[in-house]
């Protein structure tokens, strides 16, 4: 840690906490120890989120408010930086009032250009993890292993500024469970298959999922199959390859409807994508196609049952490439169906935690 030292608490009650984590779905809910530590003392916790999180964050215990803003030092297809957008969260954040800010990044990223604005919105006291030199930026600026977890990451920045997980919490993702979705239409047990990525390098081939789903109904497997509405004609073409035992939910969940989905599953298969976090959080076991593109030691499911499969020692290992850089993909494509129906066998046993209780969804700005 370097930097001015971090102010103390108001005398009058807790402070009121902002939380940053302006990236994907999937990395907001690995925010969420640390969001639940820094609310174990804070009296109020506001978490930043990119639009792409916004359902996620609107589901993380702990948070009381929601604000969205587009950081294009973040998005990997961003848009112009814009005088009137930088005016704008820095007048929602301002309006909020936080006394203290926590910036959450990954390894690759940077938090200075968002612990500048917030600066200039009138935070008092600023804490990320920063390689690069800040000056006034930051007030904690923490330092950390890169070969950590994104959730021991977070909950160690958490602790530079004062802020630990309650007694009695284990650290493992979770989600508000506001109920009242649709149950998944596959009678019996089910295994759920979400075959779509975020990019295609870590992508599984659509074919491979497809044999897969046809194996799982040989089998006597219910399977239902999960995407996002651009992945409407892939998760089609999986189910239909599962015959009558096949369910396509593509397009059709948002969140919180396909948490309750996965939490009804024995076992999901999915790579290393959103999807698969949001099982861990509903104590879901994943069998995890993982492209080591980027670090598994990172991104991992996180303290749930699960299966790595893939060569993490590949040629485009810790690339980030967007599409594989080796000739025909060879860390997924060379996972054969066999050894995904082993990793369902195995995990399908698997002892399961009961499920949280519901809570309130926070109120969003922005």
Known sequence: MSGRPVSGRPVSGRPHVL???????????L???????????????TLLA???????????PGVDEVLIWAAPWIDPEPGPLLRGDVEL?????????????????SFHQTPLPLALLLRLAGVATIAAISVDYPGA???????????????ERGLSLAEALGYRLPAGDDGRLAVRRPGGGAAPPAAGRYVAVHPGASVPARAWPAARHAELAAALARLGWE?????NAAEQSLTAEVAAAAGGRGADLGGRLDLAGLAEVLA????????????AHLAAAVDTPVVSLFSPVVPAVRWRPWKIPHILLGDQWAAC????????????????????????????DRLAACPRLPAEPAAAAPAEAG
């Open 19 to 29: 939380v940053a984590r302006q990236d994907s779905m999937g990395d907001v809910l």
């Open 31 to 45: 925010a969420g120890p640390a969001v639940r530590a820094v609310a174990a003392g804070a009296g109020r916790v």
């Open 50 to 60: 990119r639009p792409v999180g916004r359902e996620a964050a609107a589901l993380l």
């Open 89 to 105: 969260l820095v007048g929602m954040v301002a309006a909020c009032r936080p006394d203290q800010a926590i910036v959450l990044t």
């Open 137 to 151: 930026l930051l007030d904690v600026r923490h330092r950390v292993d890169d070969e950590v977890h994104e959730v």
């Open 223 to 227: 399977v239902v199959v999960t995407g």
């Open 264 to 275: 009804g599953a024995a076992v999901l298969v999915a790579g290393n994508t959103g999807p």
């Open 317 to 344: 290992a810790g690339t980030r490439a967007r599409d594989c850089p080796v000739p025909d993909h060879p860390c997924l494509n060379e996972i054969g169906v066999g050894e995904v129906l082993a990793a369902v």
